[in-house]
């Protein structure tokens, strides 16, 4: 009889358990519906043959390996740089000690993003701490923000490489490392010269380069900016902006 009792006890436990997990997962599938307002803005260059590429750098080669007509199926080979199109860059692409690709934190590749206006900026101007002070929240509202420069690189494209692409001061960068961002990204294959790079991958900042920002209006978005888990201090990434 008291046998009886205790696994009944323990099959209303199990069906209170069972319900429970239910009601979680509906819950769950309620709440994770991509909503039809939701809008998806690629912000990745397109890695063919054609692709500009930083001077020295490999060129991107694609070489069809099978072919569905002759082989059954399409098979292709790819070789190319870690820092061709859209990728990011590490600490390691200036520090012996720094991390490769694979080993950042998945959090910093994500987040709350600034999409800054920097349109009417020319070739061979460099951001100054001026433009960024009139152009960002206040240094504690900028704190873990993910900032894109729209730079008037995005009027000239990537159908060439450009000397005089508009980059970060290395003063600039000091001031985005005060404001202890997350992550910055420029819209054009290089941020700035050896002292930019430092200023910002030795404090924490990963550089985002090769953004595609032709098609973005300037404001807030939620950044999804997730690299190939390569050893290496550069990785090729699919860079999206999610706008709600
Ligand atoms: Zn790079």
Not at 35 to 53: A, G, P, R, W
Not at 141 to 156: H, M, P, Q
Not at 201 to 226: K, N, Q, T, W
Request: overall charge negative.
């Amino acid at each position: 009889m008291l046998e009886k009792v205790e696994s009944s006890k323990k099959d209303n436990i199990m069906k209170d358990l069972q319900q429970n997990h239910l009601l979680k997962a509906l819950f769950f599938f309620r709440n994770s519906k991509v909503n039809k307002n939701m809008k998806f803005y690629d912000i990745s260059l397109q890695l063919d043959e054609s692709l500009v590429i930083y001077p020295g750098d490999m060129t991107v080669k694609l070489q069809q390996l099978k072919n569905v007509e002759k082989d059954q199926w399409n098979l292709t080979g790819l070789s190319l740089s870690t820092h061709s199109g859209t990728h990011v860059d590490t600490d390691l692409h200036i520090s012996a000690s720094g991390k490769p690709v694979s080993e950042i934190e998945l959090e910093r590749c994500y987040g709350k993003a600034l999409v800054v206006d920097l349109n009417d900026t020319s070739l061979g101007e460099s951001i100054s701490v001026q433009q960024l002070k009139s152009q960002l929240p206040s240094p504690q509202n900028c704190k873990n923000l993910i900032i894109l420069f729209k730079t008037g690189n995005s009027k000239v494209g990537y159908k060439s490489f450009h000397e005089d692409w508009v980059d970060l001061s290395s003063e600039g960068a000091e001031y985005l490392n005060r404001c202890q961002i997350k992550a910055v990204g420029i819209d054009s294959l290089t941020i700035g010269s050896y002292e930019t790079h430092r200023a910002l991958l030795l404090h924490r900042i990963l550089v985002y380069e090769g953004l595609d920002l032709s098609a973005v209006e300037p404001g807030e978005y939620l950044f999804v900016g997730f690299p190939l888990k390569i050893k290496a201090e550069g990785g090729m990434v699919r860079a999206v902006l999610i706008q709600e």
